[in-house]
């Protein structure tokens, strides 16, 4: 990113600003629509079925709800379903709504002033931007991934239900509601995108659109994508449309490659949560050495109109690899978008970690900010400096509550799939390995 970017970024900051000090452009920009059809103001909003009409074909974008959630917003409160939000901006970390308020351009909305703006989108909400998730369709089945998101934990949760919900697991609440207890619904709904009328509303949306965001899923396994990219070139639509998508990295060649041809702007987000046998404990079925050849093919496109970057998670499997993980980036000449948070499934969340690991994770990225700090662009640097404060936090409650259940969830998978964690994350195994009671 160019120092010009980082000033834009810096311009947006304080233009949101003027608006509301709670305002984020969503709800009145934006539909996230989920993997079974369900939509929300975006991908980590709990507002799922606002006022009972959350289905994308139920009227949605003109419910009362999401009309309330907008002008609480305006207004200064902070509404409940931003919960996530509220939590990260509370510990003084750069939430989704900050770092996406400095991304509106990708709305196509950069050119506004405020006034305009309050004008154009306030007053009249129109829908620039979709945000798709394509059914749970994936090649890979990620440690912190669910049924909604990966068809392989769908299957392999109902072959091995005995193992996630036995009774003897201290933590079986919590994989009941993160592994079992959305898989009827998950079958339920996973084919939404067949629905005629939800394909209607969609393709007479897709011309009056600046920008379309996919993930999955893994989008390009998934012939739903496929069917999208179809429309846009079909409808010649594509050449006013921005497409962005987020993919695993291991089915991208150059013959795919020509689907995105045409495009007004396209930005490929690779997921890469680590390096080397991490990244392949974390991403099951992904291969390393596969995904950096491929991160090569999409870089020979990168160019002002092709965007490459990745926006990786941290949790507790990689918090000690993120250091080699940034490195990795800067050495391959790749960007690093920002660093996200794993929030769910707890047990995931950095937050239950022993102080000690915390400490020499905190320790380890310092170094690593240090070293490279004349090399971290503006997003990238409030990614880490985002992560170091969550590493500060001190939370005793979470570590004793949710520890445990990090301990034999990894247990579960590592028989199931045959990994290991000693053998493949040997460094935070060796330091995490005593407080395994």
């Known amino acids: 990113m160019s120092e010009q970017e980082d000033n834009q970024d810096l311009q947006y900051l304080k ?3 003027k608006i509301s000090k709670t305002f984020c452009h969503f709800p009145f920009t934006t539909s996230y629509i989920g993997s079974g059809g369900e939509a929300d103001p ?3 909003s709990e507002h799922h079925r606002i006022n009972d009409i959350g289905w994308f074909t139920n009227g949605y974008w003109e419910s009362p709800g999401l009309e309330k959630l907008r002008q609480n917003l305006l207004n ?11 939590i990260d901006e509370s510990k003084g970390m750069m939430s989704k709504r900050i770092l996406d308020q400095a991304k509106v351009p990708s709305a196509n909305l950069e050119n506004l002033t405020v006034e305009q703006f309050k004008e154009q989108v306030i007053k009249k909400p129109k829908i620039r931007w979709i945000d798709f998730q394509l059914a749970n369709l994936c090649n890979l089945a990620c440690r912190m991934c669910n049924p909604w998101n990966s068809s392989i934990i769908e299957e392999e949760a109902l072959e091995h239900i005995d193992k996630f919900s036995n009774d003897k697991l201290k933590g079986k ?9 959305p898989l009827p619904r998950v079958k339920e709904v996973k ?11 969609i ?7 600046d920008a379309i965001t996919v993930s999955g899923g893994e989008p390009t396994v998934n012939k739903y994508f496929s069917e999208i990219l179809d429309f846009c070139k079909r409808e010649g639509i594509d050449k006013n449309m921005i497409l962005k998508f987020t993919t695993n990295g291991m089915q ?8 995105l041809d045409g495009f007004k702007k396209v930005e490929v987000k690779i997921s890469m949560d680590g390096t080397g046998s991490v990244y392949e404990y974390i991403r099951w079925k992904g291969v390393w050495e596969t995904l950096h050849e491929n991160r090569k093919i999409l870089e020979e496109y990168r160019s002002d109109r092709f965007k490459v970057n990745s926006d990786p998670t941290y949790q507790v499997l990689n918090i000690l690899n993120i250091p080699n993980l940034i490195e990795y980036h800067l050495e391959n000449d790749m960007d690093l978008a920002n660093l996200n948070p794993v929030h769910e499934p707890e047990y995931h969340a950095i937050s239950c970690l022993p102080k000690e690991i915390r400490e020499l994770a905190w320790n380890k990225l310092d170094k690593c900010r240090e070293r490279n700090k004349d090399s971290l662009h503006y997003n990238l640097k409030m990614g880490v400096n985002n992560v170091l404060k969550y590493l500060e936090a001190d939370r005793p409650n979470e570590e004793k509550k949710y520890l445990p259940m990090f301990f034999e969830h990894t247990k579960i998978l590592d028989q199931i799939r045959g990994q290991s964690f000693e053998k493949q994350v040997p460094e935070l195994y060796n330091v995490l390995k005593k407080y395994d009671h």
């Open 252 to 259: 991208i060649n150059r013959k795919y490659m020509e689907k």
């Open 15 to 17: 233009w949101q600003d």
């Open 173 to 181: 609440e919590l994989f009941h509601k993160n592994i079992i207890k």
């Open 42 to 44: 975006c991908c980590i």
């Open 76 to 86: 200064g409160k902070k509404d409940p379903g931003c919960r996530r939000c509220w």
């Open 203 to 209: 393709e007479e949306l897709l011309p009056q659109l």
């Open 191 to 201: 084919d939404y995108w067949k629905d005629p009328e939800f394909r209607r509303q």
